[in-house]
């Protein structure tokens, strides 16, 4: 099929995961894509690989937890390619364990990455898509956001905050800008890899062995960023078929 997509998109987290499917994803339908880690050499993997299957994209090594980053990749983004419709922030970390643990720095982890890595994405994106007219924010939370976890009370609560911000930003919007929150369930990401307690490692097993591929959580950006301008899909829950909460 021919390309249809012809929007500037910037990909906070893509150097894996849900981040790299949506790029590859989404340039293969025409977007021109930004995309943003703290991982260089796999954004420029990435972005390697789109341009040879004749896609655009440029990589730029930032951290969400930097609002300056932020807002050099978005200045970026319209310097590059004339504008920004979507910004996509899907970075995050979840270093699961119990309250009583008191960890304290991972707890400061999430709170930096999940919650004012999004603050941070909105307010460098959010003045140029209200000087243009139009824009939108997909927002990747978590079934976490909708349910709470034993042993999973600080990530969830991050995930919590996502949806409430991005629901704010949309009825301040008067449909200026558009917003989707995109909440998964068990994927195949990296995001098990920062558990460090091992009970608790061991415990997300029964969820991870049903994952369903990153790729997935992708169609359901692809088709959120696909909708006409007077169109605005809110909320996207998706897990796999086996996954009960």
Known sequence: MKPTLNKVVVITGASSGIGEATARMLAADGARVVALARRKERLDSLVAGIRE?????????????????????????????????VWVNNAGVMPLSPVEMNRLEEWNWMVDVNIKGVLNGVAAAQPLMRAQGAGQFVNVSSVAGHVVFPGAAVYCATKFAVRAFGEGIRMESDGTIRVTNISPGAI????TDHIAVPEVKEGVKSFTSIAIDADAVARAIHFAVQQPADVDINEVIIRPAKQAL
Do not use: C, H
């Open 188 to 191: 195949k990401t990296e995001l």
């Open 53 to 85: 299957q004749g896609g655009e994209a440029i990589a730029i090594k930032a951290d969400v937890t930097s609002f300056e980053d932020m807002q050099r990749a978005a200045l970026a983004a319209k310097d590059t390619y004339g504008r920004l419709d």
